[in-house]
């Protein structure tokens, strides 16, 4: 399956602000890459790319005075088949878990674990262990909490998430990392492309949270936002939550002026050069309403 993805956005500022930007695909993203997702802009600079900790791509630039379009295009393959559900998985004993893992078990600036051990044993401590459970989070945090825009905040943490009930999809994300790393099951947070495909057309595309989980020896995603399997996603970035993968961070104040997202379905069929002779003209979307911002490093930042 093939899938035009890319987004477009402009801002302005009033001095020069360096800026990082989390917006290629993951050095692990398990498809392939027909055209650059690199970050380009419509100013003649330099942008400077590398891989953190976490294999996120990295880009840095210096946004002039004025007004400055970020923006890629290009198109992912995917194996096309929904996302993977290990029923059999089952959870490791702290002991024997790869030393890698032992990071994402304890709490983060978002992801507040220490906070909901005590709740978190007294929902799901009867559960079987292993998918089952995850599964029972993924049922509890998608049933519990509302869905929207206007309910997102810089500050909110996963205990937040829990009291108010409310959130976009990186609080159902970060409330669900917390849970699991309060029953000792490894977690992390993870973001990137979910278009329409398979399901009902909301109208515009937008980046998208969900989270993986150590279970059964291997990483597996889960999404309690949506809470059903689905086809299509694109990983950009990985982290122990929100703070490590922002996806604009910036060092000083900008104006978001407009916002697009796509990732679409293409058509069967086509071969790489008629991929990259489609990539030779400006991708034309949808509006879609701009984001409030999910992490503060210096000033503002998506």
């Known amino acids: 399956m093939h899938i035009r993805i890319g987004y477009e956005i402009e801002i302005s500022c009033e001095a020069a602000i360096p800026m990082l930007l989390a917006m290629s695909t993951h050095t692990e993203f398990a498809g392939r890459i027909i055209g650059s997702d690199n970050v380009r802009t419509s100013r003649d600079q330099t942008v400077e790319q590398y891989i953190d900790l976490y294999g996120n791509k990295i880009s840095r630039i210096v946004a002039q005075p004025g007004v400055t379009t970020v923006?890629?295009?290009c198109v992912a393959e995917v194996?096309?088949?929904p996302d993977h559900v290990p029923w059999n998985a089952?959870?490791?004993a702290v002991?024997?878990?790869?030393?890698?893992?032992?990071?994402?078990?304890?709490?983060?600036?978002?992801?507040d674990s220490?906070?909901?051990?005590?709740?978190?044993?007294?929902?799901?401590?009867?559960?079987?262990?292993g998918c089952a459970r995850v599964?029972?989070?993924?049922?509890?945090?998608?049933n519990n909490t509302t869905f929207g825009y206007k309910f997102a905040r810089t500050t909110k943490t996963a205990t937040d998430v829990l009291g108010e009930k409310t959130g976009v999809c990186r609080d159902f994300a970060h409330?669900?990392?917390?849970l699991c790393r309060a029953m000792n099951i490894p977690a992390r947070y993870a973001s990137g492309y979910l278009g329409d495909i398979g399901v009902p057309d909301t109208g515009?595309?937008?980046?998208?949270?969900?989270?993986?989980?150590?279970?059964?020896?291997?990483?597996?995603?889960?999404?309690?936002r949506y809470n059903t399997p689905r086809i299509g996603r694109v990983l950009m970035v990985r982290g122990a939550d929100a703070a490590d993968v922002a996806m604009m961070t910036s060092f000083g104040n900008y104006r978001m002026n407009s916002f697009r997202v796509w990732s679409e379905e293409l058509p069967d069929g086509q071969s790489d050069a008629d991929l990259l002779a489609m990539l030779e003209h400006r991708h034309v979307g949808r509006p879609q309403p701009i984001p409030v911002p999910t992490f503060v490093m210096g000033a503002t930042a998506r």
């Open 135 to 142: 599964m029972a989070i993924c049922d509890f945090v998608h």
């Open 204 to 224: 515009f595309d937008d980046f998208c949270a969900w989270f993986e989980v150590y279970i059964g020896g291997q990483w597996h995603t889960f999404d309690a």
């Open 71 to 73: 923006w890629s295009d």
């Open 95 to 111: 002991e024997d878990l790869p030393p890698e893992t032992l990071r994402y078990l304890v709490a983060s600036r978002y992801c």
């Open 90 to 92: 089952v959870q490791h």
């Open 79 to 81: 194996d096309g088949e």
């Open 175 to 178: 409330l669900s990392v917390a």
């Open 114 to 129: 220490d906070e909901l051990i005590n709740f978190a044993w007294q929902q799901f401590g009867h559960l079987t262990n």
